[in-house]
């Protein structure tokens, strides 16, 4: 039996995810149905059977959710979206024990109050599930047995089921988080995009809670990004047991491998926090990783972690998020809100933040230039500037969206000779 699937991405990569969901096919589906669907912004399509929305659960490090598709049908009012949801057989999936959660997200919707619409597919279903079993779930908005996503087009209403339950990009693994951290699945994309392999060094000279590093590890060793953790198709009457079982225990023996790995993963991390460091360690160790070195040091002064060249990564701190820390050329002390916070502010100079990234983004650059020869250095912000700031001329920039963060991934490629300079 075959379902339609809509698997939910951050913007911008839609293509890698698909490039993605083709691999786990080919590697995880043997022979079992799946047919790639349409990209669209902020998500891919597909058609398989259960074994490939399982799959895509647990193998995909792209995904922020693997939606099924329930029925799909044009509207002009609540009341024919309240019609068309009583109509499904959600009995068929799930019961009036399990909790519920409904949400709708909407494109150039006619209907004034998503609200409105909301609560009148979470009564469909309930008086649905009443009429058949004389039950009505209860409503739970944090922890549900079973969502219900609705999308709405200007015409058209189309009704999933959530397979995935918490949001992919919680792989079950980082409880440390710091200001700032990268979205799981996010950095898993802006690796694929750097076309970083195993086995080449890779280094984030500004790692916070080490998502790069915890990502590009995971992916050395194999280890499935859903491996630890529990998914909602779980809590559904059908779904194909059997092969879930074999799916999933597959995945724990290579993580149970991966964790006695002697591996030199060549992954290297970075921060001028030594707070931060210890939350990346933290969470590499309840990942099951080997060792991954990290070192405190201020990005200004960083120097290549091995002789041969390989990746940079990093999504620096930015304006709209946290900070640049460590010293200026004064000698005065950057701070974040947090720092200052909690040691008062008494105990350090405090310096403008309107504008202190561009000194520090000049020594960032200049630091490239001069030791990175060979690398490969792809940086994630917000600010479009980030070229003239490091006065690098980069090779490709690449939109991306951080949550509602627009963003560009910068590549620059730091060539012997040849380093793309460019004014300030
Ligand atoms: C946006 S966060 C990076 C988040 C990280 N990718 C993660 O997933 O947790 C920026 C990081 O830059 C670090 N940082 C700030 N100033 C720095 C400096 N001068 N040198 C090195 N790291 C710095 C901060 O401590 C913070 O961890």
Known sequence: MSFDFFIPCPRGLEATLAAELGEIAARYLSGAPFTPGAQVPGGVHFRGGWAAGMAANLHSRIASRVLLKIAQRPYRSEQDIYAFALEQRWEQWFSARETLRVDVTAIKSPLRSLEFTT???KDAICDRLRDVSGARPSIDTSTPDVRVFAFLTATECTLYLDTSGDPLFKRGWRLDKGAAPLRENLAAGI????????????????????????????????????????????????????????????????????????????????????????????????????????????????????????????????????????????????????????????????????????????????????????????ILTSDRKLPGLLRLRESTKTPLFNGALECRLFRFDLIAGSVRQRPA
């Open 119 to 121: 609560l009148r597919i």
């Open 191 to 378: 690796l694929r995009l750097t076309g970083w392999q195993a086995g080449t060094p890779l280094y984030d000279p500004m790692c916070g809670s080490g998502t790069f590093l915890a990502e590009a590890a995971q992916v050395a060793l194999g280890i499935a990004p859903g491996a630890e953790r529990n998914f909602g198709f779980e809590k559904l009457k059908q779904y194909d047991a059997p092969a879930w079982k074999s799916l999933k225990n597959a995945a724990l023996e290579t993580k149970r491998a991966a964790r006695v790995s002697q591996a030199d993963l060549q992954i290297f991390g970075s921060d001028i926090s030594g707070d931060m460091l210890d939350k990346a360690r933290a969470n590499f160790a309840r990942a099951g990783l080997p060792v991954i070195p990290l070192k405190q040091v201020d990005a200004r002064g960083m120097t290549p972690p091995t002789s041969t060249p390989g990746i940079l990564v990093a999504n620096p701190p930015y304006g709209e998020r946290i900070e640049v820390r460590g010293r200026n050329a004064r000698g005065e002390l950057r701070e974040s809100q947090a720092g200052r916070e909690s040691r008062g502010a008494e105990n350090f100079q405090r310096v403008h933040e309107e504008a202190p990234d561009a000194e520090f983004f000049q020594l960032l650059g200049d630091s490239l230039k001069q030791r990175f020869t060979g690398w490969h250095a792809f």
